[in-house]
C-alpha cells in the first residue's frame, strides 16, 4: 500500500499563471478530501468526492479554483491566475468510507512568485 | 468563532514524563481524529475515535462528544514524540459533513 500519492512535490509558479496538482487516492478509498495549509490559516478544507461525485466544495475560494475527479484512481485541484495568496502547502486525504479515518498524502507545496 | 480549539498551543517536557493534550470543539462532532506532524513532514494519523476510549502503543484517545472535548495522552514520553499534535473533528460521518475541521495544534519539545 504506497498510502496517497501527490505530486508534484513542489511547484512554483509565477503571479496569474495556472497550477494544477495531482491526487491518487489508497486503492479501495471512495472519498477523496482536498485541504490546504498555511501559517498564519492552519489546516483548511477545501473540496471532498465521493465515489468521484462532489459532496462539499464549501471551502473552495470560488473564482479561481476547481476541483475534479475523473477516474476512482485521482483527483486534480485546478488553480487558474495564481496569487501569491495562494501559496500555501495542498493536502490531499482519502478515506474508505465517509466517517472513516482519513489518510494524508506527502501534500504538494504551492509557491507563487 | 474557532471551531475547534486545542491546548496547551505548546508544551515542554524531559523525557519519560506524561502528556496531555487537549481538544475542545464547539459544535457536536461524531468522530476526533489525532494527528502528528514534524515541520516540513506530513501529517500521520495517530487515532480515530467517535467515543469513549482508544489505545496505540503509549498514546491514549478519550473522546467524550456530548461534552465537545477529547483529550490524548502520551505515556513516557521520547524525544522523538517532538512534533505537532493536531486535533481534527468530524460533525457528520455519513452526511454531507465529513470533512475534517482542524485545530491549531499542540506543540510538543522533548527534551533530554
Known amino acids: 500500500n504506497a498510502g496517497v500519492i501527490q505530486t508534484p512535490r513542489h511547484k512554483v509558479t509565477g503571479k496569474g499563471q495556472e497550477a494544477t496538482l495531482w491526487c491518487e487516492p489508497i486503492s479501495g478509498h471512495s472519498a477523496v478530501f482536498w485541504y490546504r495549509q498555511t501559517i498564519v490559516q492552519g489546516l483548511e478544507f477545501l473540496t471532498y468526492f465521493r465515489n468521484q461525485a462532489p459532496i462539499d466544495d464549501s471551502g473552495m475560494p470560488k473564482e479561481r479554483f476547481s476541483a475534479q475527479m475523473p477516474n476512482q484512481s485521482h483527483s486534480t485541484l485546478k488553480i487558474q491566475s495564481t496569487q501569491p495568496q495562494d501559496s500555501a502547502v495542498y493536502l490531499c486525504?482519502?478515506?474508505?468510507?465517509?466517517?472513516?479515518?482519513?489518510?494524508f498524502g506527502p501534500g504538494t507545496r504551492l509557491t507563487v512568485l | 468563532g474557532q471551531q475547534v480549539q486545542q491546548s496547551p498551543a505548546s508544551l515542554v517536557l524531559q523525557e519519560g514524563e506524561n502528556a496531555e493534550l487537549q481538544c475542545n470543539f464547539s459544535s457536536t462532532a461524531t468522530r476526533l481524529q489525532w494527528f502528528y506532524q514534524r515541520p516540513g513532514g506530513s501529517l500521520v494519523s495517530l487515532l480515530s475515535?467517535?467515543?469513549g476510549t482508544k489505545h496505540t502503543g503509549r498514546l491514549t484517545s478519550t473522546t467524550v462528544t456530548k461534552e465537545r472535548r477529547g483529550s490524548l495522552h502520551i505515556s513516557s514520553s521520547q524525544i522523538t514524540d517532538s512534533g505537532t499534535y493536531l486535533c481534527?473533528?468530524?460533525?457528520?460521518?455519513?452526511?454531507?459533513?465529513?470533512?475534517?475541521?482542524f485545530g491549531k495544534g499542540t506543540k510538543l519539545s522533548v527534551k533530554s
Open positions: 486525504a482519502s478515506s474508505l468510507g465517509l466517517g472513516g479515518e482519513q489518510y
Open positions: 475515535n467517535p467515543s
Open positions: 481534527a473533528m468530524e460533525r457528520d460521518s455519513g452526511g454531507s459533513n465529513a470533512k475534517l475541521t
